[in-house]
């Protein structure tokens, strides 16, 4: 089983950057795409960003453009770097792989507020 832990979350200004992490305990990049996934306060977890075992990113409409995910294959790591970020994006960020195989990490709290 790998253990996935997720870092880097903190509060920010509206507008502001967060990079976050994903390290994981073993290789995460043979088991299909790797994504960063938030759960907002009273809402469902949901998946926000994904990176497929070719390196080809997806991103939901909210995201796009604000948002850029990569990876480290060596370190069996997984990026998330948030520009422009919004009240709205306050939430906790996980990450698994899009169909979730592993289990949750304990998440990292961004919280974007003035």
């Known amino acids: 089983q790998v253990q996935l832990v997720e870092s880097g979350g903190g509060l920010v200004q509206p507008g502001g950057s967060l990079r976050l992490s994903c390290a994981a305990s073993g290789n995460i990049f043979g088991f299909g795409a790797m994504g960063w996934f938030r759960q907002a306060p009273g809402k469902e977890r949901e998946l926000i960003a994904y990176?497929?075992?070719?390196?080809?990113?997806v991103y939901v409409d909210s995201m796009k453009g604000r948002f850029t995910i990569s990876r480290d294959t060596a370190k069996n790591t997984v990026y998330l770097q948030m520009n422009s970020l919004k009240p709205e994006d306050t939430a906790v960020y996980y990450c698994?792989?899009?169909?979730?195989?592993?289990?949750w990490g304990q998440g990292t709290q961004v919280t974007v507020s003035s």
């Open positions: 698994n792989t899009v169909s979730q195989i592993w289990r």
């Open positions: 990176i497929t075992s070719g390196g080809n990113t």
